[in-house]
Nanobody, 121 residues
Framework: QVQLVESGGGLVQVGGSLRLSCVAS????????MGWYRQAPGKQRELVAT???????NYADSDKGRFTISRDGAKNTVYLQMNSLNVEDTGVYYCNAALVRPFSSAQYQYWGQGTQVTVSS
């Protein structure tokens, strides 16, 4: 089995910063891509940012310049540094990993349980 565990969420005021972390553990051969998705109340889950094993990044337009995604490949860990937070950033942030398990060539998607980020005015 594979587990993704997020941490770092919380309550912050407008303009503040938070750093999220997500660790993937378990039966993993190779992590191809990790990322963060956000689900605001009453809305669908949406992309925040992703990063590949080679370090290529992709950001939602609303997060460019404010958020930075990074990874530690040796630890199967992804980080999201969030600066200049605003009320619209409020939601549950989910970690996602696209990975290959041992003795398999298929890529699987896994999700964490989510961590709440609340930005107050």
């Amino acid at each position: 089995q594979v587990q993704l565990v997020e941490s770092g969420g919380g309550l912050v005021q407008v303009g503040g910063s938070l750093r999220l972390s997500c660790v993937a553990s378990g039966s993993i051969f190779r992590v191809n891509r990790m990322g963060w998705y956000r689900q605001a109340p009453g809305k669908q889950r949406e992309l925040v940012a992703t990063i590949t094993s080679g370090g290529s990044t992709n950001y939602a337009d609303s997060d460019k310049g404010r958020f930075t995604i990074s990874r530690d490949g040796a630890k199967n860990t992804v980080y999201l540094q969030m600066n200049s937070l605003n009320v619209e950033d409020t939601g549950v942030y989910y970690c996602n990993a696209a990975l290959v398990r041992p003795f398999s060539s298929a890529q699987y998607q896994y999700w964490g349980q989510g961590t709440q980020v609340t930005v107050s005015s």
